[in-house]
């Protein structure tokens, strides 16, 4: 069961508030709009009245009453327009800022975050959350001037006929008692609808995004059968909110309609008792008519403030989620001479979180899965010195430490105990911008844009010329292939760049790297999907470009490995060893182990790559 919390629904309504007081002014725009929508409403019963009484029963200037009725229509009709576009302007206004804020704070939240939420869950309340949110914020100028048409129709009525009055407003409590038990009973199968929701845009994004692997297995089937089980959820929340709504709309729409026949009751005797004329007793029933609509919408508009404020909460949890990993209020700048790029790792210990989100406003609902094993990743006591410009291997079994060294360098994490420095200044002294210019990194998973090759290349330096994009490539050994293409640079190589090999794709990832000009490059296993002859092209192409620079590279396979001016062997956590490769081959058995149970791993098996003209859909 998800419980929420009175403290988590009143997060949606403080959000929902803050909102709207920073639109107060357009707010104020189509509130304004909305009085003189309303007054133009509300004069034309009394015109009418007017009409019947003296213009037809005392012949005393019906046209004039006509007109003046005509009048009063056409500033209703374009106030009616005006009120519904400034509601949508401010409407669209708020939903904008808060999308770009809720991207934006996404965008500085800490790598463990991201570790454990489903992308699909964020997509879903930067998108479906918010628009529930809009919907809500259109209705308040709407609902405002609805209200002021039942107050100034109720002030009428009562200097009408106050006893009719009386009697027709008399079933106005119960409708509010059936608005409040509304909202109660709505609000968890609201939240519930969203949560499920979410979901299920998490099982159709990570379907989207795996859709190689999916068909590589045969196993359209079983995401189908996961998205059916979030559908049936859906629909049972759905379906639980909508037998709410049956529940209640009814009454709240049957309630109103009593007063009108009420007021045809009781209305007509006082015509016949001539304590009343028909233009009043006509007044009286468009004033009751007029009634109706607002008071059938209050459903509506209780419906979408338990939407707004589930929404809110959805939201808020997001914003209200700090970033681990800030800069510090004073930080140091990076020295601008001498030798660059000296990296030390001094008594380093580091264990990823069991559940980084445990303590988070999102609470544990959200965690996909636990991709990080209590003890993943531990460093403990590490102390490595990489001067400036020197090349370093780092070799280990799985879960020795290697990527996560490469993780806490540019901060993506910060340590438990230690420091880490780049030339002499602790990581958590600097800028998280400047660091993370300084530093460069290959992963060993290659992201590309759907956009073209050019502008994935130019990705960290947008402003980069076309001869340092060119030379980046050719360093990176991926200008041969370029210039194949029929639109060499700008050739767009769609998502996430699936149209291209493996081996071209983690080349473009080096070049990408190189244009930053770091002073620090990481390449995490980034010669995985190239074979022993294209990766000694690779390292051949890239040796200016090393010698200047400091490069760590994590690696499994022994010729990327010999590459290195050094290697350092991690075990559980610790340096083991460290040499070149071949004193370590010739002198460490548990370092020959590892490198021959990494020889036999099926991922370290080489298959030629495919070019982008010769590939097929089913080699990609």
Not at 36 to 48: F, G, Q, Y
Not at 192 to 198: K, L
Request: proline share 4%.
């Amino acid at each position: 069961m998800h419980q929420v919390t009175e403290s988590a629904k009143n997060a949606g309504w403080t959000l929902l508030r803050s909102s709207i007081r920073e639109e107060r002014k357009g707010l104020a725009l189509g509130m304004g709009v909305s009085l003189v929508w309303s007054a133009s409403r509300v004069a034309i019963p009394l015109l009418i009245q007017l009409a019947i009484d003296r213009g037809i029963e005392q012949k005393q200037g019906l046209a004039v009453w006509a007109s003046l009725i005509a009048a009063a229509g056409v500033v209703s009709a374009v106030f009616l327009g005006l009120r519904r576009y400034v509601a949508f302007f401010n409407a669209r206004l708020v939903e904008a800022k808060l999308r770009d804020r809720i991207f934006t704070h996404i965008q500085r939240l800490h790598f463990a975050f991201h570790d454990a939420m489903a992308t699909g869950d964020l997509m879903s309340r930067a998108n479906t959350d918010l628009q529930h949110f809009q919907n809500f914020i259109t209705l308040i100028p709407l609902t405002a001037g609805s209200v002021t048409v039942v107050a100034a129709a109720t002030v009428i009525m009562f200097v009408l006929q106050p006893f009719l009055a009386i009697c027709a407003l008399a079933i106005l409590p119960l409708v509010n008692l059936f608005a409040r038990k509304f909202a109660q009973r709505l609000h968890p199968a609201v939240m519930g609808i969203q949560r499920e929701s979410a979901e299920l845009a998490s099982v159709v994004e990570e379907s989207v995004a795996g859709i190689r692997v999916i068909k590589g297995f045969g196993s359209e089937q079983v995401q189908a059968d996961k998205l059916a089980v979030e559908a049936d959820d859906v629909y049972e929340q759905s379906m639980l909110a909508s037998a709410t709504r049956a529940t209640f709309l009814p009454a709240m729409d049957v309630l109103p309609s009593v007063s009108l026949i009420i007021v045809l009751a009781v209305g007509g005797h006082l015509v016949l008792d001539e304590r009343m004329s028909v233009g009043e007793l006509v007044a009286f029933n468009i004033y009751v008519l007029m009634l109706l609509n607002p008071l059938r919408t209050l459903g509506m508009m209780v419906a979408n403030g338990q939407r707004a404020s589930a929404a809110g909460q959805r939201i808020h949890a997001v914003l209200a989620t700090a970033p681990q990993i800030v800069d510090p209020a004073h930080p140091l700048p990076l020295p601008r001479s001498g030798p660059l790029g000296r990296v030390e790792f001094r008594r380093v210990q580091f264990t990823y979180d069991v559940d980084p989100l445990m303590s988070s406003p999102l609470g544990t609902n959200t965690v996909t899965s636990a991709a990080l094993s209590p003890g993943a990743g531990v460093l403990n006591d590490l102390d490595l010195i990489i001067e400036a410009g020197e090349s370093v291997a780092l070799v280990g079994a799985t879960g020795s430490g290697k990527s996560t060294v490469a993780r806490l360098l540019p901060r993506f994490y910060d340590v438990d105990a230690g420091a880490v420095l780049l030339d002499g200044i602790d990581v958590r002294d600097l800028a998280r911008h400047e660091l993370r210019r300084a530093i460069a990194i290959v992963f060993e998973e290659t992201f590309l844009f759907s956009s073209t090759i050019g502008e994935n290349i130019r990705f960290a330096d947008p402003e980069a010329s076309d001869a340092a994009m060119m030379k980046a490539a050719e360093l990176a050994g991926a200008a041969a292939f370029i210039n194949e293409l029929p639109d060499g640079y700008d050739t767009a190589i769609g998502e996430r760049g699936f149209s291209l090999s493996g081996g071209q794709r983690q080349r473009l990832a080096i070049a990408r790297a190189i244009i930053a000009d770091p002073r620090v490059l990481i390449l995490d296993d980034a010669t995985s999907a190239v074979d022993p002859s294209k990766e000694h092209e690779i390292r051949d192409a890239l040796g200016e470009v090393m010698e200047k620079r400091t490069t760590l590279v994590i690696a499994h396979r022994p010729a990327t490995i010999a590459l290195a001016d050094r290697v350092i062997f991690l075990h559980e956590g610790r340096i083991a060893a460290e040499g070149t490769h071949a004193e370590l081959l010739a002198d460490n058995a548990l370092y020959r182990t590892v490198l021959a149970a990494d020889s036999e791993s099926p991922s370290d098996q080489t298959v030629p790559e495919p070019s982008v003209t010769e590939s097929t859909s089913e080699n990609r």
